[in-house]
Antibody, heavy 118, light 110 residues
Framework: QVQLQESGPGLVKPSGTLSLTCAVS?????????WTWVRQPPGKGQEWIGE???????SYNPSLKSRVTISIDKSKNQFSLKLKSVTAADTAVYYC???????????WGQGRMVTVAS | QSALTQPPSASGSPGQSVTISCSGT?????????VSWYQQHPNKAPKLIIY???ERPSGVPDRFSGSKSGNTASLTVSGLQAADEALYYC??????????FGGGTKLTVL
């Protein structure tokens, strides 16, 4: 079955860029699904970051849109997240997930804790 | 502060039923049938248990059910089991390509 795995630095300096990759296994990222990123700050609820379709079409949370870029690499069967100009408020567990349908996410990665600190 | 409001805790005894509410507005839950519920055990990824208000993904037992009335969605867990003890989150589409989550409800099986 399809599995997702996040990877990337666990520590990012303030004002830097957070970069994470989500590797998809057990299926093709070029299927008819959307793929998404969600984050969860410590002790808080989740926040939707954005999503990407296999053709590269993207959609972002309006509150993060100016700082976020999500891209896809079908040759590597993975998609990526870049969040620039980070602050301590961006400290969170970052999850990648597959969109089942209608804004519901049915397969999640295990999550990657990213701390923004100097 | 999360956009959707959930009670911080809920509890029930094994075999009983418990209902968790998720309060939104006319701009999200009240306008769209794109409400989902997730179960999250400690240090685990969230698991989708309900989508489109009352649909269950394959493999989710029918002890889990969802509903919506006005601006409030609800998740009911029937026949409570020890394994149901977890955090439960709701989410709703808000239009203009955005999604919001609730703050989560910790369900305790007594």
């Amino acid at each position: 079955q399809v599995q997702l795995q996040e990877s990337g630095p666990g520590l990012v300096k303030p004002s830097g860029t957070l970069s994470l990759t989500c590797a998809v296994s057990g299926g093709s990222i070029g299927s008819s699904n959307w793929w998404t990123w969600v984050r969860q700050p410590p002790g808080k609820g989740q926040e939707w970051i954005g999503e990407i379709y296999h053709d590269g079409t993207t959609s972002y949370n309006p509150s993060l849109k100016s700082r976020v870029t999500i891209s896809i690499d079908k040759s590597k069967n993975q998609f990526s997240l870049k969040l620039k100009s980070v602050t301590a408020a961006d400290t969170a567990v970052y999850y990648c997930a597959r969109v089942l349908t209608s804004w519901a996410f049915d397969i999640w990665g295990q999550g990657r804790m990213v701390t923004v600190a100097s | 502060q999360s956009a959707l409001t959930q009670p911080p805790s809920a509890s029930g005894s094994p075999g009983q039923s418990v209902t968790i509410s998720c309060s939104g507005t006319s701009s999200d839950i009240g306008s769209y049938n794109y409400v989902s519920w997730y179960q999250q055990h400690p240090n685990k990824a969230p698991k989708l248990i309900i989508y489109e208000v009352n649909e269950r993904p394959s493999g989710v037992p029918d002890r889990f059910s969802g509903s919506k009335s006005g601006n409030t969605a609800s998740l009911t867990v029937s026949g409570l089991q020890a394994a149901d003890e977890a955090l439960y989150y709701c989410s709703s589409y808000t239009g203009i390509n955005n999604l919001v989550f609730g703050g989560g409800t910790k369900l305790t099986v007594l």
